[in-house]
């Protein structure tokens, strides 16, 4: 797979320099996700700076799952990031858990606790959170801090054989109280949970924190740059203490670099499993949510991705990127790739009284005008076809191009057509047009006795496939920070619009996740999930054009 070793970045100098001052020989990372939900776009960026950072320079990635909160994992996350992963592009050299480490964690644990850096407290978590102080006051001691070591290894010990109830005891660091890091201040580093866990079961009642686990599984599996987003410099002071006090033979170090931000989403697992849990999406993979499985279900590529992450590039600070540049890679990758072909998906029946009834003729079309190569395909042309409802007004505004009474257009592929009657409905709806056609105009045969103004598109009545096309707005109408509002009030209730339409007859033997773009209105995808022998189902990837325009560099 490319990986782009022509744009430099801060972490990749670092590991540059590193390398030449011989600090290490070998570059090994790591992506670690908590298998607490599905990854989404954010992770993609971490995805392909560990991977393809390791892969430039010839290192090993490997691929481990935080899972020390049995409570919030679940198999299913495993899953899915795996698929993710691979989907991704990426090959990760060593699956890991941070469960295959707990017996020398805990090992670990009680050398802290030999060491006098660690005790047993009972304080309860409101308590602790009192006692913690604040950013311009120390906090205060607890008064188990002072417990033997002998008394401290005793609990432990039974905090692990499970004599006590969550959240009666936990194992803190002894650190420093009056630290101006507020995570030096004694953090917990272990926890009861009577919980089953979905890798080692029953085994294990207590769990270390994050803070504690995530330094000793990079050490121990030899890790040299441990990178993450900058929600972590805080902690990297503990990171450090950790590997230092516990005695690890290894000494990564972390570095932190922006996480990603887009417009018009959310970021957090947390906010995206409330969405899910609420019914406001249909599941983690629905086509407008930010995870890789929903972008991937949409027909998104792991392509225009990859070009995505490496566009914005990696910085020192936080940013919120334009959801539009995605959309610009999308429709970069896909422009050259994908078939053209029509679909009408608001359909307005035509009669062209003046075609011979019965008659089929089979038209030439090309498959994609941008890239010659793809060829041409065949679509059928008869008295009856669809257009789209908007391409007929009847009393049109000035400069609208389309059928209006006495107007003539170009068919696409095809033939200029002249609106001279239209049939309403008991409603007033417009339900049919009656069109005749000029035999001398059909496309490709160098008719220029006159011009029209109006191309439209259009499906052959009596051979066209039913078909359901899923159109999508932003999920998220504006996302700020806003603590007295729930970002649930911004969901946008329009984010999903579904119509019922007609495709080319050659589309009926369509495959989960084929693309196409449709003449004007936009790229769209077979979705995997829904479509069936008996239902085309099709997702709107994004429209065909934008006023983003890609900055300068």
């Given amino acids: 797979m490319e990986t782009n070793p022509g744009t430099s970045n801060f972490i990749k100098n670092i590991v540059t320099d590193d390398l030449q001052s011989g600090k290490v020989d070998t570059v090994v990372t790591r992506f670690p996700p908590e298998p607490n939900g599905y990854l989404h776009i954010g992770h993609a960026k971490s995805i392909c700076l560990n991977f393809e950072l390791a892969d430039e320079f010839k290192g090993k990635t490997n691929l481990r799952f935080d899972d020390t909160n049995p409570l919030k994992e679940d198999v299913e996350y495993v899953e899915s990031i795996k698929e993710d992963v691979k989907w991704l592009g990426f090959e990760w050299d060593g699956m890991f858990f941070a469960s295959d ?174 969405l899910v849990d609420e019914k406001h999406v249909d599941g983690w993979d629905d086509p407008r949510m930010p995870t890789i499985s929903g972008l ?125 009657d239209f049939v309403k409905d008991e409603n007033g709806n417009v339900v049919e047009l009656h069109c005749t056609y000029d035999p001398e105009t059909k496309s490709g045969s160098d008719f220029n006795a006159r011009k029209v103004k109006g191309t439209i598109h259009w499906v052959e009545a009596t051979q066209a496939v039913p078909a359901e096309f899923r159109l999508y707005e932003p999920l998220i109408l504006d996302e700020q920070e806003d603590e007295e509002k729930s970002f649930l009030e911004n969901v946008n209730p329009n984010s999903l619009e579904v119509v019922q339409g007609f495709v080319e007859p050659n589309m009926k033997d369509v495959k989960a996740h084929d693309k196409f773009q449709f003449f004007r209105h936009g790229y769209f995808n077979v979705d995997p999930k829904d479509t069936t022998a008996d239902e085309l189902v099709f997702n709107l990837i994004v429209s065909l054009k934008s006023s983003f325009k890609l900055p300068k560099k």
């Avoid at 029946?349 to 395909?377: C, H, S, W």
């Fill in 101 to 274: 480490y707990f017996e020398e964690m805990y090992n670990r644990a009680v050398l802290l606790i030999k060491k006098g850096k660690a005790y047993v407290c009972e304080l309860m978590p409101e308590q602790m959170r009192e006692m913690r102080g604040t950013l311009t006051e120390s906090g205060k001691e607890s008064p188990y801090r002072n417990r033997t070591v002998e008394e401290n290894l005793d609990l432990f010990e039974r905090m692990r054989k499970g004599e006590f109830k969550d959240g009666e005891k936990v194992l803190r660091a002894k650190i420093d109280m009056s630290s101006p890091n507020m995570n030096m201040r004694d953090p917990v580093l272990y926890r009861i949970s009577h919980a089953e866990h979905h890798n080692t079961g029953d085994k294990w009642c207590i769990y270390p924190m994050y803070d504690f686990a995530h330094p000793l599984e990079d050490a121990i599996e030899g890790v040299t740059h441990s990178i993450c987003t900058l929600e972590f410099e805080d902690h990297r002071p503990l990171y450090d203490w950790v590997i230092e006090e516990c005695e690890m033979e290894a000494r990564p170090r972390q570095y932190e670099f922006a996480r990603l931000n887009v417009t018009n989403t959310v970021m957090s697992k947390r906010k995206l499993k409330l």
């Fill in 296 to 420: 991937r279900r949409r027909g998104y590529t792991p392509e225009a991705i990859r070009t995505f992450c490496r566009e914005i590039g990696v910085a020192r600070s936080n940013s919120t990127v334009d959801e539009k540049l995605l959309e610009h890679f999308i429709r970069e990758d896909l422009k050259l790739k994908v078939p053209r072909t029509m679909g009408v998906l608001r359909p307005l029946k035509v009669v062209i009284t003046n075609y011979p009834e019965g008659q089929v003729e089979m038209l030439d079309a090309e498959i994609n005008p941008e890239n010659p190569e793809m060829g041409i395909r065949q679509i059928p042309f008869s008295r009856e076809i669809y257009v789209e409802q908007d391409d007929f007004m009847e009393v049109p505004p000035s400069k609208y191009h389309r059928l209006f009474p006495g107007n003539e257009v170009r068919l696409k592929h095809a033939y200029f057509i002249k609106c001279n």
